[in-house]
Nanobody, 123 residues
Framework: QVQLVESGGGLVQPGGSLRLSCTAS????????VGWFRQAPGKEREGVAC?????????YIESVKGRFTVSRDNTKNTVVYLQMDSLKPEDTAVYSC???????????????WGQGTQVTVSS
């Protein structure tokens, strides 16, 4: 079973950027679909981006298209990134990565989860 750890969260001003990393141990990520999810206080968890295990196709929810980029580190098959640019206060949330065999924005499709990292966008 793969274990996941997120890193790279923090406090950033509106318009700024952060890059989150999802690092795996116990297995590589090349055979897993990976999703990035976020949960803001008082809100349900939502999937924001995901990347295919087959051809690394990427998918985003509308609110982050053009601002977030999910990618695999092909030299280290144990890392998936979420580059977040032009951040807005409404992006503030705990961000988690998840790995599974099915590419989806549904958290129920992912059996393996990291603990999450806080992203706060504020001036």
């Amino acid at each position: 079973q793969v274990q996941l750890v997120e890193s790279g969260g923090g406090l950033v001003q509106p318009g700024g950027s952060l890059r989150l990393s999802c690092t795996a141990s116990g297995d590589t990520l090349q055979n897993y679909a990976v999703g990035w999810f976020r949960q803001a206080p008082g809100k349900e968890r939502e999937g924001v981006a995901c990347i295919s295990s087959i051809d690394s196709s990427t998918y985003y929810i509308e609110s982050v298209k053009g601002r977030f980029t999910v990618s695999r580190d092909n030299t280290k098959n144990t890392v998936v990134y979420l580059q977040m640019d032009s951040l807005k206060p409404e992006d503030t949330a705990v961000y988690s990565c998840a790995a599974g065999k099915v590419l989806s924005f549904s958290d129920g499709e992912y059996p393996n989860w990291g603990q999450g990292t806080q992203v706060t966008v504020s001036s």
